[in-house]
């Protein structure tokens, strides 16, 4: 057994399959085991793998083309492991050498984390740095952020195995239970990671780490460019769906998060409405009431009151005294400027129509 299991879903990766297995290899923490789960790859990304199974006995191959969706490879490679803490990895991604020895330490320092991830670099298919990849950190950072965006980032993963095992966690299934039966829901894939991490965050804690750790790859091929319309709006159903399961676990009057949610850093029109206010109180009495009175909510209720009007002057007024109070985050300017200048936006801004979110 462990201290880390690795598991690498990979479906015709071989492009970045080699650098992402060696960033493992490579890692100063070396008390860990790695397993790649090949969704039916035909370019030679399982062959590539069994070479690096056969230069080093903590990588094994398994060939899963039957699995359903990533939420079904995924759930099937947890079922694989025996360790202390599982950790994600995707095969176009790149884990700095003290990934796994910082993540350690986190768990170490704190017994109580179910689940701990990180920030990281955004670079393209070249290997360029193009950005950051933004999460929110602190104690709450996750929490009170989770029924707005994803809280953390899917390949910057790592789960304290006893813990989600404990709490019946799985990819695509909703575990907490709170919403009946016969309307819960289930995500195969493209939003499988918000699904099971919000609800982890809802019930256990968790947080990002303040530091770089991964270099995560963004190009044509993320699932994020090619299906974002399909993508944005399976999350804000789990916003939604999220949202739900609180105000009925807790017994408090709900409230829709939609008009605050910025899945991908973009806001959400409505039609042309500028004015959320009568909403903005209903989320500041929901949020009050869930939350832990803390330094994090205090600075997400300010952020949802500066995208609780879409007049870009009204926005961008309220936008630079959040900003004098609690200091400039790459997350929350992304959101902003999406809707301020979204003329330089790659990807559109979305409307909500009675049908769904149309481009």
Known sequence: MATFDVLLP?????????????????????????????????????????????????ISVHSLPYAHGLSGLLNLGLELCDSKYVLRQDADDVSLPNRLQVLANAFEFDHELALVGSLGDVVDAEGRS??????????????????FRTPVAHP???????????????????FIGAIPESRRMHVPGLAEDYFMFGQLALVSRCMNIGQRLIRYRWHGANIGATRYV?????ALNISRYLTESLSIMLGINSFDPAPFCNHGMNLINFYGREDFSEEYGHLRRFMTRAMPQSAELSRELSFRKVVSSRSRLVMASRYLAHTQRYGVSHLEWRTVRSWLINDFKKQPILTLTPAGLVA
């Open 156 to 174: 910057t993963v790592a789960m304290r195995l006893d813990k989600i095992n404990a709490l019946g966690a799985r990819y695509g299934e909703d």
């Open 230 to 234: 399909a993508q944005t709006q399976l």
């Open 10 to 58: 990979v479906k015709n990766g071989i492009d970045y399959l080699a650098e992402s297995l060696d960033s493992i290899c490579q890692q100063t923490y070396r008390d860990w085991r790695l397993f790649v789960l090949d969704h039916g790859s035909n370019d030679g990304s399982r062959e590539l793998a069994e070479l690096y199974a056969e230069r080093d006995s903590r």
């Open 130 to 147: 193009i950005g950051m990849l933004d999460m929110p950190t602190g104690r709450y950072g996750v929490l009170v952020s989770t029924l």
